[in-house]
């Protein structure tokens, strides 16, 4: 005699068990096929780095499947495993325009999140009036500011920066960069300090702290995350632009991105230097966000449920 099971399952039950786990498969499907189209061109830039030019026009995609991998591409930047230890003319350039990135992006990005961050806690602290301007619109008309197309400041940078001997010189992107992407910290910060309760912030100022005491020891490590976040987008921004970057330097202040566009010349694309150029571009912006990712998604959370 075998024993039968004393409880069942109900067929609603089983049918919302089936929902369930048809849902999970669905959504989880959905995000792994977006991410697969996310890091495909990482992939294919990675790949690419590895290929000959025979392998580049016949479009080989898997490794030691459709081809096998050689080190032409880095090669050609002096990063092989059989050059690293020889004098290389092509690697003390890219180690040059990388350092020229590292610098102007990272100042940059620094310096925004600087003033960025005082503007944005006084935007969200402190009421002021500009004409017929209130906070609100002082916020949006920063915001604005990114509409404007690059190239239409291309002509008044030019100038400037000619008469004010800035051309060619870190210092100058670093300044520009700052004022590229405040904005955009401005209104991250904005929301940020907004998501934080101003009883704290007076029950400092009961304690005997000062405005400032107040602002550095009970606001900053609250909103540490969003600073980390808007630090991160502003590196991202800095470090990936070009546009000024070819139009304002020539020699000593030229970065990684111009030395990317610039394996294009009459012979064709270098498709395997282009390519190694540019994952050695994006791996330190990889390797950064790894490391921060948790501050990434707090900070970009913060203040969505208030």
């Keep these: 005699m075998t024993d039968a099971p004393v409880f069942k399952d109900h067929d609603a039950d089983r049918a919302t068990r089936t929902k369930w786990w048809a849902s999970r498969v669905a959504i989880y499907g959905a995000l792994i096929f977006w991410a697969v189209i996310c890091l495909f061109p990482i992939y294919w830039t990675l790949t690419t780095s590895f290929k000959l030019a025979p392998d580049v026009m016949r479009g080989n995609m898997v490794p030691w499947w459709d081809y096998t991998p050689r080190w032409k591409g880095w090669e050609s930047l002096g990063l092989s495993p059989r050059l690293v230890g020889e004098v290389s003319t092509v690697r003390e350039?890219?180690?040059?325009r990388f350092w020229n990135s590292a610098i102007i992006a990272t100042s940059a990005s620094f310096l925004a999140v600087v003033l960025g961050s005082l503007a944005a806690y006084g935007l969200s602290?402190?009421?002021y009036r500009f004409g017929f301007m209130r906070n609100s619109d002082i916020s949006f008309f920063f915001l604005s500011?990114?509409?404007l197309p690059p190239v239409v400041l291309a002509l008044p940078f030019l100038v400037l920066y000619r008469s004010l001997d800035l051309l060619d010189s870190q210092i100058g992107l670093i300044l520009l960069y700052t004022l590229m992407v405040l904005p955009i910290v401005i209104?991250?910060?904005r929301d940020q300090f907004q998501g934080i309760p101003v009883e704290l912030e007076e029950a400092a100022l009961v304690d005997g702290l000062g405005i400032w005491g107040a602002f550095i020891q009970i606001v900053l490590p609250i909103a540490l995350p969003g600073m980390v976040a808007a630090f991160i987008l502003s590196l991202v921004l800095c470090w990936n632009e070009y546009f000024f970057a070819a139009l304002l330097s020539s020699t000593n202040a030229t970065t990684l991105?111009?030395?990317v566009a610039s394996q294009t010349g009459s012979q064709g694309i270098n498709w395997w230097s282009m390519a190694a150029l540019s994952s050695a571009a994006i791996l330190p912006l990889?390797?950064?966000?790894i490391f921060l990712e948790k501050y990434i998604i707090k900070g970009m959370a913060a203040g969505a449920v208030k």
């Design 93 to 96: 350039e890219f180690l040059k």
């Design 125 to 127: 602290r402190f009421n």
């Design 145 to 147: 500011q990114m509409i």
């Design 187 to 189: 209104w991250i910060m």
């Design 257 to 259: 991105p111009v030395m």
């Design 286 to 289: 990889i390797v950064v966000a």
